[in-house]
């Protein structure tokens, strides 16, 4: 096998008057202690298999320009096992622990579901015996219920009980496979999950059944020993018109709506955040609250481009913010930042696997070095205690302990001048504290 490329493994060559990118890791430093952990514990990094290993650099309207060396092995079970070898020797230069697969990307599929079980764990076991040799984990795996045609109306929401059962069959393989590779967690994306059209389509037949599909994955799950975090991904639509996972508060009311909430969290990605008309840390913020963030992919959008582009990441203040609310969750015990995410189009040499990766890697790390210091200097805890300082005294102290009613709220406001009213509000100086995030982002990192 061809090496990948021709440097060494990358090191951290921290802020130098070098402002190249490509000569190493001008942010990103493993070792480096951030908030009481090294900064690898934070950034739990993950390559996507089926973007740097099987992404053809597609778009809507061209064929794929990749250029990879696997591409002239003709066997597809051969190019399979040397896929996987590329993975790792990858994983190994870019210093990532971790790696992520849905099942239909490592092996080509059979006539039978016996068949492609069979296909799938050739591959698997030459991935256990690399992950036994060099240390690489499995961040999350997953199961692919959309890209063939038999999920032309969805996979665990489909209007056909032999395609529920296919569905329900290779989860459960999937499944095992979870545990055989340990991975940390386990995801249900429903890229079909939806619908097209009302006009044909049962939505609460569909709903009710992809939450009975769900509790009988956990339940397989549980049986077989399974301990990992199970995880839904919010995207509004696309392939479908309309999915049952539109964003995080969607989602999580599903899950609450169905007694699924204490099983399954969120995986979180920044290109559907833009998708569902959201920011990417709108949508960490409302799963950090619910207690309920579980990942995140690492990618983001083009908010002029109506399509999931799947970027690599480099909008440091996106990313500050998006780390902000990550420290503030207390890290991501089970996930980490999973780089679902492709070159760009005319990025097509090998070479670009390896620099899109590190911009993105990059990115986050100086993103979690802002978020410290704003976390340590409490720069947004005290706008907002001044901000809702009201409810720790008189009316309000009253009302968040639970001793007013309608009846006393207009007893004590029902005479009130509105100069009085209005001289109780203050500014939110909102410019002035996106002026603050800014200089934090110049000082920390012109270090």
């Known amino acids: 096998m061809m090496s990948l490329f021709e440097q060494e493994k990358l090191t951290y060559v921290g802020n130098t008057k070098d402002l190249q990118a490509g000569n190493g890791f001008h942010y990103y430093n493993a070792d480096e202690i951030v908030n009481g952990k090294k900064m690898s514990e934070w950034l739990k990094f993950s390559v996507a298999f089926w973007h740097t290993m099987d992404q053809r650099l597609t778009d ?7 250029q990879r060396p696997w591409d002239t092995i003709e066997d597809p079970m051969k190019q399979a096992i040397a896929k996987v070898d590329y993975l790792f020797e990858f994983l190994d230069k870019m210093g990532v622990e971790y790696f992520a697969f849905h099942d239909r990307d490592l092996a080509p599929e059979g006539d039978t579901l016996r068949e492609t079980n069979a296909n799938l764990d050739k591959v698997i076991d030459h991935i256990v015996k690399k992950m036994e040799e060099t240390g690489k984990k499995v961040l999350w795996n997953t199961s692919s219920l959309f890209t063939n045609s038999r999920f032309v109306a969805g996979g665990a929401t489909a209007p056909f009980a032999d395609i529920f059962a296919y569905s329900a069959a290779q989860i459960k393989h999937s499944l095992e496979i979870a545990k055989r590779v340990n991975s940390q967690s386990y995801v249900f994306w429903g890229g079909r ?10 939505m609460k037949l569909e709903q009710d059944h992809i939450a009975k599909f769900f509790r009988l994955a956990k339940d397989y799950a549980n049986e077989i020993g399974y301990t990992g975090q199970f995880l839904l991904e919010p995207k509004p639509m696309e392939p479908s018109t309309h999915q049952y996972d539109t964003d995080a508060a969607t989602t999580i009311a599903f899950l609450k709506t169905y007694g699924l909430e204490n099983d ?14 959201h920011t990417y840390e709108h949508e960490v913020r409302v799963a950090r609250d619910a207690n309920l963030l579980g990942s995140l992919d690492a990618n983001m959008g083009d908010k002029l481009v109506g399509w999931d582009i799947d970027e690599f990441p480099n909008d440091i203040y996106e990313a500050t913010l998006v780390m902000y609310e990550m420290l503030k969750n207390g890290g991501l015990p089970t996930g980490g930042l999973n780089f679902d995410a492709k070159p760009r189009r005319q990025s097509f040499e090998m070479q670009d696997l390896f620099l899109s990766h590190m911009v993105g890697m990059d990115t986050y790390a100086a993103g979690l070095r ?3 210091k704003l976390i340590e200097d409490r720069v947004f805890d005290k706008v ?36 009085e009213l209005i001289a109780s509000t203050k500014s939110g100086h909102l410019e002035q504290l996106k002026s603050t995030l800014n200089n934090y982002i110049y000082s920390v990192l012109g270090k």
């Open 60 to 66: 809507p309207f061209g064929d794929g320009t990749a």
């Open 193 to 202: 999950e939806g619908y097209d059209s009302l006009l044909n389509t049962d």
């Open 264 to 277: 399954f969290k969120l995986n979180l990605e920044g290109n559907h955040a833009y998708l569902a008309g």
């Open 370 to 372: 802002v978020a410290t």
């Open 384 to 419: 907002l205690d001044d901000r809702y300082s009201s409810f720790k005294s008189g009316i309000g102290a009253d009302f968040e302990a639970g001793k007013v009613s309608f009846k006393e709220f207009e007893d004590y406001i029902i005479d009130k001048p509105q100069a």
